[in-house]
């Protein structure tokens, strides 16, 4: 029996990034040019770590920096999803196991502010995670971060 993969295994796959033609379908969003499609989670990891505490950055942030380092337009967001995810289930996994310093994935959020529905627990943990920095959580309706502008950190 195959036995499913640890989120702390999946972070430390590593496949040759690639760069490509922005798709077709892709285009009207994202305008023509060269995507590229990151090798391992890794390197989000690594710039989620640049986050310092009070802090935030944007999900285009990460990409816009994985595609300037890599000599690239954009980066794919589909898999930059993916690797947010995983990073954070990873950074749990390692919480779990009892290390106290972890990646803080709850530093990051959409470009509106909003908070991710698929980093663990949710909107809500994020938010206590957040709130827990200082920042301030609008509950209005979807949570987001109040005044993104000014907790935004500069990814170099």
């Known amino acids: 029996m195959k036995t499913r993969k640890t989120w702390r295994e999946k972070l430390e796959t590593a496949r040759e990034p690639k760069i490509v033609t922005i798709p077709t379908k892709m285009q009207k969003r994202m305008g023509t040019g060269t995507m590229l499609i990151p090798g391992s989670a890794l390197d989000v990891d690594a710039l989620i770590?640049?986050?310092?505490?009070?802090?935030?950055?944007?999900?285009?942030?990460?990409?816009?920096?994985?595609?300037?380092?890599?000599?690239?337009?954009?980066?794919?967001?589909?898999?930059?999803?993916i690797f947010v995810r995983i990073v954070a289930e990873a950074a749990e996994?390692?919480?779990?196991?009892?290390?106290?310093?972890?990646?803080?994935?709850?530093?990051?959020?959409?470009?509106?502010?909003?908070?991710?529905?698929?980093?663990?627990?949710?909107?809500?943990?994020?938010?206590?995670?957040?709130?827990?920095?200082?920042?301030?959580?609008?509950?209005?309706?979807?949570?987001r971060v109040e005044d993104l502008s000014a907790s935004l950190a500069r990814l170099i």
């Open 49 to 81: 770590r640049k986050v310092p505490r009070g802090k935030l950055a944007t999900q285009t942030q990460l990409r816009e920096k994985l595609a300037r380092d890599a000599g690239a337009d954009t980066a794919c967001p589909v898999l930059t999803g």
């Open 93 to 143: 996994e390692s919480s779990r196991e009892g290390k106290l310093r972890i990646t803080p994935y709850w530093r990051i959020v959409r470009d509106d502010g909003r908070l991710l529905e698929k980093l663990p627990g949710g909107p809500t943990a994020q938010s206590e995670k957040l709130a827990g920095e200082g920042h301030k959580i609008d509950r209005s309706g979807k949570l």
